[in-house]
DNA sequence: CATGAATGAGCGTTCATTCAT
DNA sequence: AATGAATGAACGCTCATTCAT
């Protein structure tokens, strides 16, 4: 029962090894990008930030493109991730639930998204393969959610497109600063709250409801 | 009285031509760094985007630092202009007529806005001066009109701040594809109906208003 | 009549100029490719032993490949040419004019000589393009000929491909240790002689001829 | 008398395993030195083909350059044998017997000749250590059997230098796209019609011998 | 004023070798 | 003895900038 499979043990001690190093290489260049953006960072630069020489870094990715392109893939995850939590919640009930989950899974790992927010902004490439393509199922769900309230009488009549994006422009503004790296994540308080105000606004605006 | 102008007429004639080339140079710069960023952007790139010699740039520019300072600073002229334009306007009467405005002055100049928002994204030093000073006056004035329908008792109680931001954050959604370039701008029309969708979220929400 | 096209005039000054810095940046790459073998030069020492910046030698060729393509290919022109003028000279009368021509083209431009026979070593590529291609026409014009002085009843019945490859041995062994480096170019007049022995021993060998 | 061996017996066991080691070490080396050349064979390239661990090299030899002079050193064992060959063979009667023994020997480990030839035309030292100096008996021994023939009137007055020269030039020749790599190696009754032809041409040449 | 040519600084990357296990 | 991991040194190459014309 006991000491078995040692090398299997040994095997998994050393992956687990490679995976964290490939974490913290992945960590420190996220920071580095996120600061002064990726071509502004230099493979010493990362390199020492990790505090390993500039060489070992190639020992665990093939170059300065692919810890580039794993950070990305690793927020690619995240949404598709998303995307099955926002499908598994049968029925959120209200927004609140939802655009608080939403504003959950985009503020961890914020340098992340600052990454790829950054390379998404002067990149065709990397703007279709992960914020496109990824955020179309997301979109969709809330448009369809947003269709069934108005179908319901829940809604105005509206077209869901726009109101979707708006929705997400909401809440995007609502977390901008943190985002942007110049405020720290809220608590999970704060974070409610915040999803309050945004669904707030986008249900009933800030005109004083009469009757 | 004679033989009086020419030297001046000269001078200016060569100077306004100093102008326009620095224009057009500016002009090649931004679109190069809207599309691939300002690193990954050549002065070799540059000079041929304007048919010029690499080192000819270098008669109108200190350097490629400076073209992106210049483009920059034109983007807060029209900043600054925007806020002269705002306070002007005494009694907008109505949100649309402001958002329109807003709206109007961000899509002029689509690129330079892209690089803009590109370099402020990766530099604090940029976001600073060149974004978060020269907002100011605008999220305040956006503020200040915001607390006004408050106090009249047109619009609810609610922190001033937040609602500014998130108004602000509802037309950039809006007009965000136009931004970042993978839509057309839209005609002053199509502008308007923007405005009024944006104005109306943000007033009356998505819920059916009772009564 | 005078000064006329100064356009031209300069273009091609230019031109001769450019190509002037071509060719000694070649010999210089031949001397350092032929001494240590092309792998083992570095950009840096061509470009110190040309006497400039490294960066310069990218505006005259697009890497240290292409330097190398260009040494070779400037063999293989040489070869070419090589094989018009022995087509031109129609009645070689003996062996010894065509040898000697061989011999005088093969030594001019040693180095890089010595550089494609060290790429041609070890690369397939080169052999084949460079080498087995190019001289191809010439080993057939030799085969030919001996042919024909067989056919005349001047050679006894010998395989002519086999025999013209030792031909072509006999005089490469002649001039094998100027190729190498070891030993100075030889005079014409030497030349001649070395050609004679050549000759001599391919025609009649070393024994004593009896009759 | 008992348990004597067995500590020796493990030792030289130790020692021709670790004899053959070295020698797959060398084969496969010699074999990608043969291919790419010395410098463009990364330890790494040998370490896959031996199936070793990078490092497990250095255990056998002192680094990359102590191979390369494994691999060369044994070829000089192989041309010094070759001379006290030569030398025992006391009346080679003809020259077939030495030109068949020469071809033998030189086409054995025929990439290792193709690794010191590539090394030699590169290399100063390796040139002087490992040829001029290795050969230069055997030259000499060839040299004195021409004199000998000619003395004994069977050759005619010729520079026995440059005959012996020819001479293996020709053989060179002969075998040269062996040495290459580009056919494969003569079968034994191959090499013998290569030899005789080599001598024929040698001894009589091309031309039809009268009387 | 315009420019072709030159260049230093620095980049991403490779690789022979060392070291801890 | 064997090896995965680590690394310094050096490489080929790019590019913003300068300079002579």
């Known amino acids: 029962m006991v000491d078995q499979s040692p090398l299997l043990k040994e095997q998994t001690r050393r992956e687990r090894r490679i995976e964290r190093q490939r974490k913290a290489i992945m960590d420190a260049a996220a920071g580095l990008f996120a600061q002064k953006g990726y071509l502004a960072t230099t493979t010493r630069d990362i390199a020492e930030t990790v505090d390993m020489g500039e060489s070992t ?3 665990y990715f093939a170059g300065k493109k692919e810890i580039l392109q794993a950070i990305l893939s690793h927020q690619a995850e995240m949404v598709d991730s998303l995307l099955v939590h926002i499908v598994e919640m049968e029925d959120p009930q209200s927004f609140v639930n939802l655009v ?8 961890t790992r914020t340098v992340y998204n600052r990454v790829l927010i950054a390379e998404a902004w002067t990149s065709e490439d990397v ?3 992960y914020v496109l393509t990824r955020w179309q ?3 969709q769900r809330l448009e369809s ?3 069934m309230k108005t179908a319901a009488g829940i809604f105005r009549p509206i077209e869901p497109g726009l109101a979707a994006r708006m929705l997400l422009a909401c809440f995007i503004a609502a977390i901008l600063p943190v985002l942007r790296g110049i405020e ?6 704060q974070r409610r709250m915040l999803a309050v105000s945004v669904v707030g606004i986008i249900s009933n605006g800030l005109s004083i409801q009469e009757g």
Chains 1, 2, 3, 4 share one sequence.
Not at 184 to 189: D, L
Request: proline share 15%; glycine share 4%; no cysteine.
């Open 127 to 129: 703007l279709q393969e």
């Open 100 to 107: 608080d989950l939403l504003m959950e899974k985009i503020l």
């Open 137 to 139: 199922p997301v979109m």
């Open 184 to 189: 720290p994540p809220p608590s999970a308080q």
């Open 57 to 59: 870094l190639y020992g």
């Open 145 to 147: 959610f947003i269709s």
